[in-house]
T-cell receptor, first 110, second 112 residues
Framework: NAGVTQTPKFQVLKTGQSMTLQCAQD?????MSWYRQDPGMGLRLIHY???????DQGEVPNGYNVSRSTTEDFPLRLLSAAPSQTSVYFC?????????FGPGTRLTVL | DAKTTQPPSMDCAEGRAANLPCNHS???????VYWYRQIHSQGPQYIIH???NNETNEMASLIITEDRKSSTLILPHATLRDTAVYYC?????????????FGQGTTLQVKP
């Protein structure tokens, strides 16, 4: 199993550009989520999904969209990037009691 | 979900036991205590969880007080590779969406 994979690993955007952060898992987990982590801080939940076709907002959803068309994939979309979205983004999927995290995407918005 | 309080940083000598405390005085009866750690720049890693009994696995032990208002994560023989940020998280497991709310965590520095 590859576990949770994220692409790209690094990305630089200009203000106003859009992009999609990809996340995939091969463990057949229903629950998936996106977090962001800013320097010196813990992770903050952006959006999550409890299964295909079902998504909901976390603590900091503004500026981000998600969809879940398959169990395996949970992309995160930035429609109009802002410097405040410079962060490290982690995707995760959950088994019953254990959450598995991807390696992260480091995003810089200039 | 109940809020947790952890010391911001701790040091531990290599080979010694590392005892990381967590206060969760507002925990409710159906909430579990989870511990994750994040080694520099990597995604967080699950360590252990428990409800009210002490738990042990290959990575660590979790000691929960009888009133469940605090807990301690024990790394029995800390190594340099255990240097990381350790997060104590409380959440309900049954009937829950699985959200993990991370606090600031404790930065554990294991020194040779």
């Amino acid at each position: 199993n590859a576990g949770v994979t994220q692409t790209p690993k690094f990305q630089v955007l200009k203000t106003g550009q859009s992009m999609t952060l990809q996340c995939a898992q091969d463990m057949n987990h229903e629950y998936m989520s996106w977090y962001r982590q800013d320097p010196g801080m813990g992770l903050r939940l952006i959006h999550y999904s409890v299964g295909a076709g079902i998504t909901d907002q976390g603590e900091v959803p503004n500026g981000y969209n998600v969809s879940r068309s398959t169990t395996e994939d949970f992309p995160l979309r930035l429609l109009s990037a802002a410097p405040s979205q410079t962060s490290v983004y982690f995707c995760a999927s959950r088994a019953y009691n254990e959450q598995f995290f991807g390696p992260g995407t480091r995003l810089t918005v200039l | 979900d109940a809020k947790t309080t952890q010391p911001p940083s701790m040091d531990c000598a290599e080979g010694r036991a590392a005892n990381l405390p967590c206060n969760h005085s507002t925990i409710s009866g159906n909430e579990y205590v989870y511990w994750y750690r994040q080694i520099h720049s990597q995604g967080p890693q699950y360590i252990i969880h428990g409800l009210k009994n002490n738990e042990t696995n290959e990575m660590a032990s979790l000691i929960i007080t009888e009133d469940r208002k605090s807990s301690t994560l024990i790394l029995p023989h800390a190594t340099l590779r255990d240097t990381a940020v350790y997060y104590c998280i409380v959440r309900a497991s049954i009937g829950n969406t699985g959200k993990l709310i991370f606090g600031q965590g404790t930065t554990l520095q294991v020194k040779p």
